[in-house]
C-alpha cells in the first residue's frame, strides 16, 4: 500500500490564504508519481499542477522532485493527491486554507476544527487491478469499503476497534471540514440527529445552507458546521454511496465514525443511526447541489462572466472501443468514456512540454466546441454508434476569454452522473436541469448573481449544469471526469491557455529541473 509519511490519508497541509507552500515529495515507491493540488488555481504555475503527462512526467523510483504551489484567492478546504493513475486512491491528504493573518472566518469562530477524509478500500494492489482491467478491457473490481479517516466503521469487524471517533463537548461547536476522496462513487455524509450548516466549498465561503445530509462527489470538499446540541450520547457519522447507473457494479457499503459526547452518562450499545437518501436518489444530490450559493458579500464579492466569448457544449459519454477479435471483456469490446465522443489518449510526453517547445505529433487542437453529431441525448438515441474515437484533442483559449461550457450527460451504453473537474480555475455553477439543455429556454433561469465557485461539478444523470469562467491563467490545464475508471477510459481533454500581451500575463519559466519523461 503506497502511502505518505506512512498514512493513510495523508498528513494535512495548513496554510494562510496567500502563502506560498514548498513541498518536496520523494518517491520510495514501486511506481512514478505525481501530486496535484486540487482547487489550488497556480497562476501562470503550470509546471507544479502535477498531472501526469499533462503538466509533467512521473517522480520516478528513487527520485524527488519539489513543487511550488501558489494560493492566492483560496480559502478554506482543499486536498492534495497523487495524479498518475489509480495511485491517488492511498496518496491523498487535505489542504487546510485559513484566512489572512488580521482576517477571520464570515462566521463565529468554531470551538474547533477536525478534517474528516472520505475514502476508498481495496482488496489489493490498486495499480495491478486497474492494470488487469485495461489489459481484458473490462471493469476494475470495486472497492470492499468506503473509509471514514481510514476506517470503514464498527460495522467491520476489522474496524471495531480503531473506528474513528470525535469527542464533542455539549454546547460547543465543530467545523468539519470534509474531503472526498472516494475513487468511484458520490456520496451522501450526516450525523444521526444533528443538522449540518454549509459555510464552504472547494475553498470559497458559501452562504449558510442547513441540511441533514450534505451531497458529495469524488474530488469535492465542504466547510461544514456542527453544534453538539442533543442528549449526550454516541452518534453516528455516517458516509453511503450514491450511484445511478443501472446493472454497473459498486460499492455500496456504508462507513461509519462516532460522533461522542463527553460527560458522565450511561452510553448505548450502539450509537444512533439515522438513515440517509438512497443509492439511486439522484433528486436529493440534485436538490442538495442546487441549494449552494456564493457568499457573494462586500468582503467576499465575486464577479461572474457575463460577456460570454466562447461556448461549449460537451457531452459526457460512456463508450465501447473495438478490441481485436471481440476479444476484451465489454460484450467483446473495451470499455471507453469520452467528451464529445473523443477519448483523449494519453502521450509519453507531458502536453505543457511539447506546447512550450512546440513539438509536433503530441496533440491536434481540434478538440470540438459541440458534439460531432446532434441527438436526444437523454432518450432515445435511435442507431447511433456506441463506438468512440481515441485521439489527444485540445481546447486553445485566448487569454480573456469568457467562457461557457454546457456539460451534457448522455444514454449511450449507460447514463450515469460525471464529477467534471477543471484544473486552472475555479468556477461558477450558473445553471443545473433535467434532460437536453435548451439554449433558448435554459439560460434564462441562470444564477448570475451569486452562483457557487468551485473546482468540480456534478453532471448529473440524464442532465445538464452550465459553468462559466475568465481564462485569465496561461497555462495546459486538464479537464477531466473525477470518477477514476471514467478518467483512465478517457473522459478527459486540455485546455491550453495561450499567453496574455505581458509577462504577468505568460506562463512563468521553466523550472531549472522537471522530471525525465525517458524511461531510464
Request: charged share 15%; hydrophobic share 35%.
Amino acid at each position: 500500500m503506497l502511502t505518505v509519511n506512512e498514512s493513510f490519508p495523508g498528513p494535512t497541509i495548513r496554510v494562510r490564504k496567500g502563502d506560498t507552500a514548498i513541498v518536496n515529495v520523494y518517491n520510495y515507491g514501486r511506481y512514478d508519481v505525481t501530486i496535484h493540488w486540487h482547487g489550488v488555481k497556480q497562476p501562470r504555475n503550470p509546471w507544479y499542477d502535477g498531472p501526469e503527462y499533462i503538466t509533467q512526467c512521473g517522480i520516478k523510483q528513487g527520485h524527488n522532485f519539489t513543487y511550488v504551489v501558489l494560493f492566492t484567492a483560496e480559502e478554506g478546504t482543499l486536498w492534495w493527491h497523487a495524479h498518475s493513475d489509480w495511485t491517488r486512491a492511498t496518496v491523498h491528504g487535505p489542504i487546510v486554507v485559513l484566512p489572512a493573518l488580521g482576517t477571520t472566518y464570515p462566521f463565529p469562530d468554531p470551538y474547533e476544527e477536525h478534517t474528516i477524509v472520505l475514502g476508498s478500500w481495496y482488496k489489493g494492489d490498486v495499480m495491478t487491478i486497474i492494470s488487469d482491467a485495461m489489459y481484458t478491457g473490462g471493469r476494475p473490481n470495486t472497492s470492499v469499503a468506503h473509509t471514514i479517516n481510514g476506517q470503514p466503521g464498527d460495522l467491520y469487524p476489522c474496524s471495531n476497534d480503531t473506528t474513528y471517533r470525535l469527542k464533542v463537548k455539549p454546547g460547543k461547536t465543530y467545523m468539519l471540514r470534509i474531503v472526498n476522496a472516494v475513487m468511484n462513487e458520490e456520496i451522501f455524509f450526516g450525523i444521526a440527529n444533528h443538522n449540518l450548516t454549509v459555510v464552504g466549498q472547494d475553498g470559497a465561503y458559501l452562504k449558510p445552507v442547513t441540511t441533514d445530509y450534505i451531497s458529495t462527489t469524488s474530488g469535492q470538499t465542504f466547510d461544514v458546521l456542527v453544534t453538539a446540541n442533543q442528549e449526550p450520547s454516541l452518534y453516528y457519522m455516517i458516509a453511503s454511496p450514491l450511484f445511478d447507473t443501472h446493472g454497473t457494479p459498486f460499492d455500496n457499503s456504508t462507513s461509519t465514525a462516532i460522533f461522542e459526547y463527553e460527560g458522565d452518562y450511561t452510553p448505548p450499545p450502539t450509537p444512533v443511526f439515522q438513515f440517509l437518501p438512497g443509492c439511486n436518489d439522484t433528486e436529493a444530490a440534485v436538490k442538495f447541489a442546487k441549494s449552494l450559493r456564493s457568499l457573494a458579500s462586500k468582503e467576499y464579492p465575486i464577479y461572474v462572466p457575463k460577456n460570454i466569448t466562447q461556448t461549449m457544449l460537451i457531452t459526457t459519454t460512456m463508450n465501447h472501443m473495438p478490441c481485436p477479435n471481440k476479444s476484451c471483456e465489454a460484450r467483446g469490446d473495451r470499455l471507453a468514456s469520452s467528451l464529445n465522443n473523443f477519448t483523449y489518449v494519453t502521450r509519453s510526453i507531458d502536453i505543457l512540454q511539447a506546447y512550450t517547445r512546440n513539438l509536433s505529433d503530441v496533440y491536434t487542437t481540434d478538440f470540438p466546441d459541440a458534439p460531432p453529431v446532434m441527438y436526444n441525448f437523454t432518450g432515445d438515441r435511435g442507431n447511433l454508434s456506441e463506438y468512440t474515437t481515441p485521439g489527444t484533442r485540445v481546447k486553445m483559449l485566448n487569454y480573456g476569454e469568457q467562457v461557457e461550457i454546457v456539460f451534457q450527460g448522455t444514454t449511450i451504453v449507460s447514463s450515469e452522473s460525471h464529477p467534471m473537474h477543471l484544473h486552472g480555475f475555479s468556477f461558477f455553477v450558473v445553471g443545473m436541469g433535467k434532460w437536453n439543455f435548451d439554449y433558448a429556454s435554459d439560460p434564462l433561469s441562470y444564477n448570475l448573481v451569486d452562483p457557487p465557485k468551485v473546482n468540480t461539478i456534478i453532471v448529473p444523470a440524464l442532465g445538464w449544469v452550465a459553468i462559466r469562467f475568465v481564462a485569465d491563467n496561461p497555462g495546459t490545464w486538464l479537464m477531466h471526469c473525477h470518477l477514476a475508471r471514467h478518467f483512465i477510459w478517457g473522459m478527459s481533454t486540455v485546455l491550453i491557455v495561450k499567453n496574455g500581451p505581458s509577462n504577468d500575463t505568460s506562463i512563468r519559466p521553466r523550472p531549472s529541473y522537471m522530471p525525465s519523461c525517458s524511461s531510464s
